[in-house]
Structure formats: structure tokens, C-alpha cells
């Protein structure tokens, strides 16, 4: 009989769950010393060996959180490959769909803007009266002492509209306070060339341009608001109830706004629904009282929304710019 075969033995399955498991190991290969294992006998000397040595060591995977995508942002990149990397995560932090729409995205300005309101700066949607407020006062704080030309927040056109033609001075005063009054601003208007107001009309933005220099009214918009051969009602109002207020404050006193000349300067028309808060913010920023002195495009919308939701949350004064910049591992 042959000689009997010896039992095989194989040791147990560790199971999955254990923590070794989950655990990679690196292969270290290293050649061994001479003289070390097969060598020669007798009087022969060493030589050296062939074997190699195995040593296995463990490390750790630290996953990092699921990475943040917004369809918007990947269309913009499509559109505009040049967009640098860390333009690109921040803006799919600020515009994910996945994320908390409550979270504070932009606090500056004693004004702050969440997840849920900054994403109206997707394509084909609505800019809400919050990014045109602080866009405004952004504006206003990249102007050297002293200020020739001024940005109202969106509020003061509602202020203006809503004052009765018989309001007496005490309450244009009260009302207009907030706007106007140096003490509150930290800063005279009487030195401004230009005067700002931004307006929102059936669901339209435009803006509302006081040029003192040149006695005239600029209306900027993306859509045509005459009636007729003459300008809407609604814009005429505006003017007479800003000269009240400018007078109230003694402002340009001698200026009559209500009779200046009103004029619609032919701009880039917009070809939807919703890029009039967009386009008009453009304009607002190069808007010399003659001309725009960086032209505006229609196939750059998309890019310019971008660079409103990098503006707003890279924004120095942006009081959750570290921590959004934490967030998204910069």
C-alpha cells in the first residue's frame, strides 16, 4: 500500500465585518541580506540568495464626502472650459440640489442670502430682489471716497412708488430715511454724478438712471417700456416722487428731476423670460451715462449668473466664506 495521504487543514474565513478587512495592504518586496538563507556548506562560501522577503503593512481609506454637483455649473463648464477648478467646486457647493436649502450662503451688509435664494441664479430662472440688493451695495463699496455715482437697493423704488402726491415732508423724511439720510448712509448723495434705482415692473427688472450732468432720465432695460411715443406713466411717478424726496434731504437742490428728459438707450434685448435681472445687472455695472463701456452678450448669460454666485460667496465681506471654502475641502 501507498503511503497514506496527510490531511489537509485550512484555517476559517475571517469574517468581512472584521476591521481587517476593510483594511489594504501594501506589498513590500526587499531582497535579502547575503548570506542569509540558501548558502553554500563546508569550506564553500556564501552566496548570495535569491529569496525575497514579503513584509505586509495595513493603511486606512478615508473617504471624503460625496462631491457636491450642480447640472448648471456642468453646463457652464461645457460651455466655458476655462473656468478654474476652484471656481468650479465652489459653485457646485453654492448651487447642488442636494444641498440644505436653508443654509446662509452670503452674510455681508447686514443682508444674507440662503442655498434656496441664491439658487435663482440657475439658467432660465428669475433673479430675485435679495441679489439685486446686495449686488447693489457691492457696487456702491468698490468706489473710491467720494462716490460720483450711487446704487439704491430694489426697496426704495417700492418706497418711492407708494408715496401719495399730497405727502408732506415729515413723512417723506420718515420713509425715505434709510435711503437717504447722510447720517444713516455715512455719506453726502449730494456729490453723486448718477443715481441708480433699481425696479422690478409686472414682473420686470429694469433700472431707473437719474444722470444729473446730462438733465436726463436713462431707463435701462432689456425690454422696450414705452407706450406709445412716450415713456410709461409708472416711470414719470418715479421721477417726480424722487425729486420730493431728493428735495426733502436738500440733495441736488437745484435739480428738478421730475422734468428731465426721459430716455431708453437701445441695449441688448433679452430673448426669454427670465435674464432681465441678470442683463440689467450688467448694465447697471457699465453703465457710464453715455454708453456701456464693456459690451453685454446674450450667449454669455450663463456666465455671467456664475460669476454672480462666485461674486456673492467669495465676497471678503462674506462673513461664511471660510466656512463654504471648508466645506468644499479649499
Given at each position: 500500500?501507498?503511503?497514506?495521504?496527510?490531511?489537509?487543514?485550512?484555517?476559517?474565513?475571517?469574517?468581512?465585518?472584521?476591521?481587517?478587512?476593510?483594511?489594504?495592504?501594501?506589498?513590500?518586496?526587499?531582497?535579502?541580506?547575503?548570506?542569509?538563507?540558501?548558502?553554500?556548506?563546508?569550506?564553500?562560501?556564501?552566496?548570495?540568495?535569491?529569496?525575497?522577503?514579503?513584509?505586509?503593512?495595513?493603511?486606512?481609506?478615508?473617504?471624503?464626502?460625496?462631491?457636491?454637483?450642480?447640472p448648471f455649473v456642468t453646463q457652464c463648464v461645457k460651455q466655458f472650459p476655462k473656468i478654474p477648478h476652484v471656481d468650479?467646486?465652489?459653485?457646485?457647493?453654492?448651487?447642488?440640489?442636494?444641498?440644505?436649502?436653508?443654509?446662509?450662503?452670503?452674510?455681508?451688509?447686514?443682508?444674507?442670502?440662503?442655498?434656496?435664494?441664491?439658487?435663482?441664479?440657475?439658467?432660465?430662472?428669475?433673479?430675485?430682489?435679495?441679489?439685486?440688493?446686495?449686488?447693489?451695495?457691492?457696487?456702491?463699496?468698490?468706489?473710491?471716497?467720494?462716490?460720483?455715482?450711487?446704487?439704491?437697493?430694489?426697496?426704495?423704488?417700492?418706497?418711492?412708488?407708494?408715496?401719495?402726491?399730497?405727502?408732506?415732508?415729515?413723512?417723506?423724511?420718515?420713509?425715505?430715511?434709510?435711503?437717504?439720510?447722510?447720517?444713516?448712509?455715512?455719506?453726502?448723495?449730494?456729490?453723486?454724478?448718477?443715481?441708480?434705482?433699481?425696479?422690478?415692473?409686472?414682473?420686470?427688472?429694469?433700472?431707473?438712471?437719474?444722470?444729473?450732468?446730462?438733465?436726463?432720465?436713462?431707463?435701462?432695460?432689456?425690454?422696450?417700456?414705452?407706450?406709445?411715443?412716450?415713456?410709461?406713466?409708472?416711470?414719470?411717478?418715479?421721477?417726480?416722487?424722487?425729486?420730493?424726496?431728493?428735495?426733502?434731504?436738500?440733495?441736488?437742490?437745484?435739480?428738478?428731476?421730475?422734468?428731465?428728459?426721459?430716455?431708453?438707450?437701445?441695449?441688448?434685448?433679452?430673448?426669454?423670460?427670465?435674464?432681465?435681472?441678470?442683463?440689467?445687472?450688467?448694465?447697471?455695472?457699465?453703465?457710464?451715462?453715455?454708453?456701456?463701456?464693456?459690451?453685454?452678450?446674450?450667449?454669455?448669460?450663463?456666465?455671467?449668473?456664475?460669476?454672480?454666485?462666485?461674486?456673492?460667496?467669495?465676497?471678503?465681506?462674506?462673513?461664511?466664506?471660510?466656512?463654504?471654502?471648508?466645506?468644499?475641502?479649499?
Amino acid at each position: 500500500m501507498g503511503p497514506s495521504l496527510a490531511p489537509t487543514y485550512s484555517e476559517p474565513l475571517v469574517p468581512q465585518s472584521q476591521a481587517e478587512a476593510s483594511l489594504p495592504t501594501e506589498v513590500i518586496v526587499e531582497d535579502a541580506e547575503e548570506g542569509v538563507g540558501a548558502g553554500g556548506s563546508g569550506s564553500q562560501a556564501p552566496k548570495p540568495s535569491s529569496m525575497k522577503r514579503y513584509k505586509r503593512t495595513a493603511k486606512r481609506i478615508v473617504k471624503r464626502p460625496p462631491a457636491f454637483k450642480s447640472p448648471f455649473v456642468t453646463q457652464c463648464v461645457k460651455q466655458f472650459p476655462k473656468i478654474p477648478h476652484v471656481d468650479r467646486v465652489v459653485a457646485d457647493y453654492a448651487l447642488a440640489e442636494m444641498g440644505d436649502p436653508s443654509e446662509i450662503l452670503c452674510d455681508m451688509y447686514e443682508m444674507y442670502i440662503r442655498r434656496e435664494e441664491l439658487s435663482c441664479l440657475n439658467a432660465g430662472r428669475w433673479v430675485n430682489s435679495m441679489i439685486v440688493a446686495i449686488v447693489s451695495r457691492m457696487m456702491n463699496g468698490q468706489q473710491a471716497p467720494p462716490a460720483h455715482t450711487h446704487f439704491f437697493k430694489p426697496s426704495f423704488s417700492v418706497v418711492l412708488s407708494n408715496l401719495k402726491s399730497n405727502a408732506t415732508t415729515q413723512v417723506i423724511l420718515e420713509r425715505c430715511a434709510m435711503y437717504l439720510d447722510p447720517d444713516t448712509l455715512g455719506h453726502d448723495l449730494s456729490s453723486c454724478d448718477m443715481m441708480f434705482i433699481s425696479v422690478c415692473e409686472n414682473n420686470h427688472w429694469h433700472v431707473h438712471v437719474v444722470n444729473f450732468a446730462a438733465g436726463r432720465v436713462e431707463i435701462l432695460s432689456s425690454l422696450p417700456l414705452w407706450r406709445g411715443n412716450n415713456i410709461s406713466a409708472a416711470t414719470r411717478r418715479l421721477s417726480m416722487a424722487l425729486h420730493k424726496a431728493l428735495h426733502a434731504y436738500r440733495i441736488h437742490m437745484d435739480a428738478d428731476v421730475s422734468s428731465f428728459v426721459h430716455v431708453q438707450p437701445h441695449l441688448l434685448q433679452q430673448l426669454n423670460g427670465s435674464d432681465c435681472g441678470v442683463l440689467v445687472l450688467k448694465f447697471m455695472e457699465f453703465w457710464n451715462g453715455a454708453t456701456l463701456t464693456t459690451s453685454v452678450a446674450e450667449d454669455k448669460t450663463n456666465m455671467y449668473r456664475l460669476q454672480l454666485v462666485l461674486q456673492l460667496v467669495l465676497n471678503e465681506r462674506n462673513s461664511v466664506r471660510d466656512t463654504i471654502m471648508a466645506a468644499c475641502h479649499l
